[in-house]
């Protein structure tokens, strides 16, 4: 079977470094292994509030870092949710597959709810995966990279594949998450127990941070006692969060991070990550800059919407038929 790559990213606030290392990186070299699927969910903002300009801003900002990160646009669908109606329509039918136990017992659902008043929490929130289950199924998508914190709604999405697929033969390919092997969780520089995350902002590296800003907030970046640069997320985790950060952009192991720095002090250590992370980001942003001003991004999203409509609208009627809704 083809290999077929999804990702999707929320335009919710402006992207993070931990947005970066977890997907952006990778968005070229995914390209070599599969036919690959990447969107901004914007469907997937509405979950929690957020205005309308700002939506738009972070739509075309997104959009602009996806063209960034250096793929080639003929050989990716790159869309917006919201643009492509099948989603929608696929929720529609999906949300009487999940059900209220199994959503509630969502980490993320949990997390997100329980720093809001119970009155404020919209239904989106609570279903959150059933949207996520459909973004997947509709393109038949088989590997979803995710950062840790995802891997949980492709485990429910694949309950999904076998419950629809028991009941009404193959209509749906099952996926699999794939976790990244070194930075699947970025942490906060300011507390690395929590992770770096673009609706909570204290601690972040926003990808569009003035590269001394940058710098500053690496070089003061919460660090532990004692003076050796060693992997310990229990003891040291913001130096085992800084090695990650390291090891993840230089494209080595922790290991061989910690060997580098076995013998520095933590001020050195620190230097060197702030080096990686303004070599790297200062490249992406003079992209990022050249694509907002072309407008390249314009006529890459009017294509992904018609390339992607096709393709999910026939998994759409795929499924409509296998369930009984009958076409006419
Ligand atoms: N800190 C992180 N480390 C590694 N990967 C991360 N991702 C997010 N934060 C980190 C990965 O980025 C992808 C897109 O994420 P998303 O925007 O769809 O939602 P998210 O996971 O909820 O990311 P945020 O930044 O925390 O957004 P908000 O604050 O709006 O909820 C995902 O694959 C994610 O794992």
Do not use: W
């Amino acid at each position: 079977m083809a290999t077929r790559i999804l990702t999707g990213i929320k335009p919710t606030g402006q992207l993070t470094l931990g947005n970066y290392i977890g997907v952006l990186k990778h968005l070229k070299e995914e390209t070599n292994r599969g036919e690959c699927f990447y969107f901004i969910a914007d469907l997937h903002a509405l979950t929690m509030p957020i205005d309308p300009e700002v939506l738009k801003q972070n739509t075309i900002d997104l959009a602009c870092f996806y063209l960034a990160s250096g793929i080639d646009p003929k050989k990716v669908t790159l869309f917006v949710q919201s643009s492509v109606s099948a989603h929608a329509e696929l929720n529609a039918i999906m949300q009487n597959y999940l059900y209220m136990g199994e959503l509630s017992r969502m980490t993320q659902f949990k997390d997100k709810s329980s720093k809001m008043k119970e009155s404020a929490i919209g239904l989106g929130l609570f279903s959150y995966p059933v949207l996520m289950a459909c973004d997947i199924v509709l393109y038949d998508a088989n590997i979803i990279p995710v950062g840790e914190d995802q891997v949980q709604h492709v485990e429910l999405t694949r309950d999904l594949v076998n419950r629809i697929n028991n009941k009404y033969g193959n209509v749906l390919v099952m996926p699999k998450a794939e976790m990244r092997k070194v930075g699947a969780r970025i942490m906060s520089l300011s507390d690395p127990t929590k992770k770096m995350s673009k609706s909570d902002p204290k601690g972040d590296i926003f990808l569009k941070d003035d590269l001394a800003v940058i710098r500053k907030k690496i070089m003061s970046a919460v660090t532990d006692s004692g003076s050796e640069v060693k992997y310990d997320i229990e003891n040291k985790p913001g130096i085992s969060n800084l090695l990650t950060i390291y090891a993840a952009l230089k494209d080595i192991s922790i290991e061989e991070a910690e060997n580098q720095f076995k013998d520095s002090r933590y001020g050195d250590f620190k230097k060197a990550v702030a080096d990686v992370v303004c070599d790297e980001l200062g490249a992406f942003q003079k992209k990022y800059q050249e694509i907002l001003e072309s407008k390249a991004y314009v006529k890459v999203l009017e294509e992904g919407k018609e390339k992607a409509s096709a393709i999910a609208n026939q998994t759409l009627n795929r499924i409509k038929d296998a369930i009984g809704l009958l076409k006419v």
